[in-house]
């Protein structure tokens, strides 16, 4: 076992809801309203059915296969070669969608925050808090998310609020004015972040209880959606169909002015988000590791944390010149990019799973009588 | 071998130490210039176009001391700020010139107000919101003005109540609202105004009267408003015009109507003050035409009777007055209304932005030529309801014998 | 730039790699080495601008036709 640490249900709901809303929240509202304008609200919606799906998918193989990761039922599904090559691809896809999550941070405070500041700085730093959380191991990062939840999901349930004062529903009609197709265009790009919580299928060996595991991702997926939609609604109502802006959060929270005292609070929130993002690149980056050493074969993973920490950082620069190119794939690519790894090659899998009847036995009882495998 | 690891890890700890102590962007307080106020005019220098950048500079060691150190002395009083232009070819370029001028760097997250010029807003205030938006250090809270006249003259102007002439006009801005003649509008607002099609923006205006004239006090003054088309200046509104407009805006706070006074005719006027006002706009569509129906509440008080013997607790009395006050109210917004709809052709009450929410269908035809067809020949209903609510402490007016 | 890369990435070898040797995990130091040379090519050629192929860019060019196909099916654009 590469892997010997157990996470709670309750720690993994909380490490999907980061591993999806770290970034989602400060990104998607532009681009959920660059289509649905003002039913910006209403797309995370649509998403949400993708990540459902996502859900469905994976837990289904996870039945079929308890106890094993997705690299390792890759390859008892699809063979040793064939699996090993696919194996790598999920691997490519892992590193290169956790540089791009790394760029969007490290743009991000350079953006609004520190102009002057190479980005090579937030690109490593980030990833170094990151590589501490993995080589710590996945019950570490389970507490982290634990700890961090309250604060996190406590902001972002908290800036809405505190804009209510400025806020014009009135923003948000007509309702679906240019039919619903706007708002599924709006709902692309959240669905390929909603589909992230695909990650789940390396982290399901190590449930305490597995067989809940689709319950709690779930309802994660059900807390992203409400909080996406609130911050749609807050930023249409507070800036009109067509926001126009890079960060809508942040400039949503720049506008925050309460009793003439409470104001100026972006840089606060920016402090939490921070630890947010490092929770989710952690994730990512724990679920490349752990799929590499599953592939290699190596006996502890933690021998590939830092050259994976370089590849990422390295990534991170290379494959954008601009923060245009970057918004310019997430909003037209990534829909699509995404959902290939998350849910149309596992579904494949589980078809052909299905066809082969390949199951695999329930494995051998563990000494941990908290952990119930094999009861479904 | 521990050893080893030891040169290791204090290596590594160097390198990291070098490398994250204190941040790249990090800016000292001394070396900042901080700027409470920001003006920006368009000037010919030399027949060449060029933005002039006006900052109102902070003394924080002046602001502190100012009053102890100066004052009596007589002669050589520092002002507690320092107020400075400069020129470029774009905003950004004319604000970063300042570095030509000072020895701080400028630092713009704590500006409040940002006064445009009357020129550059007759040509367009795009490119000053654009660098208000685009800009991470600028907040979209900032209030903007435009001024009748240069906008570097009126940060110049000296400050009243407060040691600062930009606190002075934010702090003005906030206070007119009792008088309901001028009205807080941040960036954002002005902003979201601009990107929609179905309203027109509109600023308020700031004068600063140097001389005296004619008995009109000198220094600022912050009354009426700029009415923009797009986002050029097509005109201004009177006080009058501008609480008309802030009627249907929902944006009258408190303020003084005066009104005729029941059973005698004349110059003499009852004060009335607003105590609240609530207005709501609805768009119908009867026979294939366009009706806008405006309708405004307002509870107000009686504060000065001028006419001696009269009894503002009688029915027909506080009846009549109400119907003046009503009649008051509609005058003013009518007046706003001609204005927009006759004069300047800018939708800035939002009609549009209702038309389009309760018909979108409709809007959509309508939309491009909203501002130059439809609204100026709109048929708007204003119906007013006023209602005075209580009469102040004395029960009929004064009167001399 | 080059020196501080050289340095930073022979702190980091120096830490791990022997104690790989010593606990005599050839496989582990050989996936270690693989990926490590990867990462630090790939480094190298960044700070040297060496034009390096960017597979970001072979994705973007892979699914654009379906993505532009999607959007103008949805938004007319």
């Not at chain 1, 699809?78 to 290169?96: A, D, E, N, Q």
């Not at chain 2, 400050?159 to 934010?170: C, F, N, P, W």
């Not at chain 2, 005296?212 to 220094?219: F, Q, S």
């Not at chain 3, 860019?57 to 007319?76: C, D, Q």
Request: proline share 6%; charged share 20%; aromatic share 8%.
């Amino acid at each position: 076992m590469l892997e010997g640490g157990r996470i709670s249900n309750r720690q993994l709901i909380f490490l999907m809801l980061f591993t999806v809303l770290g970034t989602a929240n400060m990104f998607l509202p532009a681009l959920a309203a660059e289509h649905a304008k003002q039913d910006a609200w209403l797309s995370p919606f649509f998403s949400m059915l993708e990540g459902l799906w996502v859900v469905f998918i994976i837990t289904e193989l996870g039945r079929r296969f308890p106890g094993k990761t997705l690299i390792e039922y890759l390859r008892l599904i699809t063979g040793p070669v064939l699996g090993t090559g696919l194996g790598c691809l999920f691997i490519f896809w892992m590193i290169h969608t956790n540089a791009i999550i790394i760029r969007e941070f490290a743009e991000l405070i350079v953006t609004t925050m520190m102009p002057e500041t190479p980005i090579i700085i937030f690109l490593a730093t980030i990833t170094f808090t990151a590589a501490l959380l993995v080589r710590a191991g996945l019950e570490v990062m389970g507490r982290t998310a634990e700890f961090l939840s309250p604060i996190f999901l406590g902001t972002f349930v908290l800036i809405p609020l505190l804009v209510g004062e400025i806020m014009k529903p009135e923003n948000l009609l007509p309702i679906l004015e240019k039919g619903i197709k706007p708002v599924i265009a709006g709902g692309l790009a959240p669905g390929g972040w909603f589909g992230e919580v695909a990650l789940l299928g390396m982290l399901l060996p190590y449930l305490r209880e597995p067989h809940k595991g689709r319950q709690a991702v779930a309802l994660a997926v059900g807390v992203i959606t409400v909080n996406l939609s609130v911050t749609g609604f807050a930023v249409t109502a507070v800036f009109g169909p067509e926001p126009n802006l890079m960060f809508p959060f942040l400039t949503l929270a720049q506008n925050i002015r309460v009793a003439e005292f409470l104001e100026r609070i972006e840089s606060l929130i920016l402090v939490v988000w921070v630890a947010g993002v490092a929770v989710k690149i952690a994730v990512f980056y724990y679920a490349a590791v752990l799929a590499t050493a599953q592939l290699t074969g190596v006996k502890d993973y933690r021998c590939v944390v830092t050259p994976i920490g370089v590849i990422l950082t390295v990534l991170a620069i290379i494959i954008y010149d601009n923060i245009m190119e970057l918004v310019n794939f997430v909003a037209r690519i990534w829909p699509f990019y995404g959902p290939t790894f998350e849910w149309v090659i596992p579904a494949l899998l589980l078809v052909v799973a299905i066809v082969t009847r390949k199951k695999s036995p329930p494995p051998p009882e563990d000494p941990d009588p908290e952990r119930n495998v094999g009861t479904h | 071998m521990v050893r080893r690891l030891v040169v290791i890890n204090m290596l590594i700890t160097l390198i990291i130490m070098s490398a994250v102590t204190g941040c790249w962007s990090r800016r000292e307080i001394e070396t900042l210039a901080i700027v409470s106020g920001v003006g920006v005019d368009l000037v010919e220098v030399d027949g060449k176009r060029m933005y002039r950048f006006t900052a109102q500079v902070v003394k924080p060691g002046q602001l502190a001391g100012g009053e102890a150190a100066g004052g009596r002395g007589g002669g050589g009083v520092q002002k507690p700020y320092l107020v400075s232009s400069t020129l470029g070819k774009t905003i950004w370029e004319a604000e970063r010139n300042f570095t030509t001028q000072t020895s701080r760097k400028m630092f713009l997250s704590h500006t409040e107000v940002v006064v445009i010029g009357e020129k550059l807003a007759r040509e367009g205030i795009q490119p000053v919101l654009e660098f208000i938006q685009r800009k991470h250090d600028f907040r979209e809270t900032t209030l903007l003005l435009v001024a009748m006249g240069p906008a570097d003259t009126t940060l110049m102007a000296a400050a009243g109540l407060e040691k600062v002439t930009a606190r002075d006009i934010s702090d003005m801005v906030v206070n007119t609202r009792r008088a309901s003649v001028s009205f807080p509008l941040v960036t954002r607002e002005a902003i979201s105004m601009l990107q929609s099609s179905g309203s027109q923006a509109i600023l308020p205006r700031v004068i600063h009267i140097p001389y005296g004239h004619k008995g009109v006090p000198t220094g600022l003054r912050l009354n009426g408003a700029a009415v923009f088309k797009k986002d050029k200046l097509v005109g201004w509104l009177t006080p009058e015009e501008t609480r008309g407009w802030m009627w249907v805006t929902k944006r009258v706070v408190s303020g003084v109507v005066p009104i005729p006074v029941p059973g005698k005719p004349g110059e003499n006027r009852i004060s009335t003050e607003i105590s609240r006002a609530t207005a709501s706009i609805t768009p119908s569509i009867k026979n294939g035409r366009l009706v806008i129906k405006v309708k405004i509440n307002e509870e107000g008080g009686v504060g000065e009777i001028p006419a001696p013997g009269l009894d503002p607790t009688e029915p027909e009395v506080v009846q009549q007055m109400e119907q003046f006050l009503a009649e008051a109210i509609r005058r003013e917004v009518l007046a706003a209304l001609r204005r927009a709809q006759e004069e300047y052709r800018s939708d800035i009450f939002g009609f549009g932005d209702t038309v389009h929410r309760a018909y979108p269908k409709v809007w959509k035809k309508m939309e491009k030529r909203w501002n130059e067809e439809f609204f100026p020949n709109l048929e708007v209903r204003v119906e007013v309801e006023a209602s005075i609510r209580r009469v102040g402490m004395s029960g009929k007016a004064l009167s001399p014998k | 730039m080059v020196l501080l890369l050289t340095v930073i990435f022979l702190a980091l070898i120096a830490l791990e790699v022997p104690k790989l040797v010593q606990g005599k995990m050839w496989r582990e130091l050989a996936v270690y080495s693989a990926l490590m040379f990867l990462g630090m090519f790939l480094s190298y050629a960044k700070v040297l601008r060496i034009k390096i192929p960017n597979p970001d860019e072979w994705i973007r060019h892979l699914y654009k036709p379906l993505s532009e196909a999607v959007f103008h099916y949805l938004t007319g654009k």
